[in-house]
């Protein structure tokens, strides 16, 4: 539940549009941003306050725009978070501002808690958002290409943490849970396969260890994703 107010108090607050086309002034309405909504309830999609898992999140929604369309507005899906400007204040608080990371990493370099390191990135991009909102983000349109689907599931087998930013299980199914629920969230088509294969995975958890996540955090990416059932994946 939103405790604090991501609106500023000025003209340029805008009405919650369709899922289509970004307006004008839409770049100030927080409520049309998937990166806000898991900020503020980061129980619900993530399981655990964490960063890292909020990157593996927003890599998936991000996926599926990549495939599915990608003229689809970015800034949607990340908010401030996709603005470099914001992230480095992150990186420079670990003394190494030039290492090529951004806040996911940054924040766990700085802080033990996970907890109090994703209160501060949701307080920071809170205060970052009534001052730009995501105006500062590139939301250059990338070319679809058909190959990208064909080849995704075997990309996301031979190198998963590419994809997840992480080698664990839980990174994966915060991808792949960012992919399916963000996804819809957004609006975004639908990726053939993708929901069958999420499904086969939960299924197998479930006759296994009772839910449809723990598996996710007993078992290897690689007996995972065998479980999806994938055409010439084994």
Request: hydrophobic content about 40%; overall charge negative.
């Amino acid at each position: 539940m939103r405790s604090l107010t991501w609106f500023s108090n000025d003209s340029r607050q805008a009405r919650i549009s369709d899922n289509a086309a970004v307006k004008p002034g839409d770049e100030y309405n927080p409520d049309l941003c998937l990166a806000y909504k898991v900020l503020d309830e980061p129980d619900a999609y993530l399981g655990v306050p964490s960063t890292a898992y909020l990157r593996s999140y927003l890599s998936g929604a991000e996926m599926r725009r990549l495939i599915v369309d990608p003229e689809f507005c970015y800034a949607r899906i990340v908010g401030v978070l996709g603005d470099p400007n914001f992230s480095q204040q992150f990186v420079d608080a670990t003394n190494h501002p030039k290492l090529t990371i951004a806040y996911a990493s940054a924040l766990q370099f700085t802080d033990f808690s996970l907890a109090d390191g994703f209160a501060k990135l949701r307080q920071a991009a809170i205060g970052w958002h009534r001052r730009y909102g995501w105006a500062n983000v590139e939301n250059e349109p990338a070319q679809r290409d058909d190959r990208l689907l064909e080849e995704f599931w075997e990309n996301l087998v031979k190198r998963t943490a590419m994809y997840t930013g992480g080698a664990d299980g839980w990174s994966l199914f915060c991808f792949l849970n960012g992919m399916t629920q963000g996804g819809d969230w957004l609006g975004l088509d639908e990726v053939p396969g993708l929901s069958d294969a999420f499904d086969k995975i939960q299924g197998r958890s479930r006759k296994h260890y009772g839910t449809g996540f723990a598996a996710f955090r007993f078992c290897s990416t690689g007996e995972l994703l065998g479980w999806a059932g994938l055409p010439g994946i084994d």
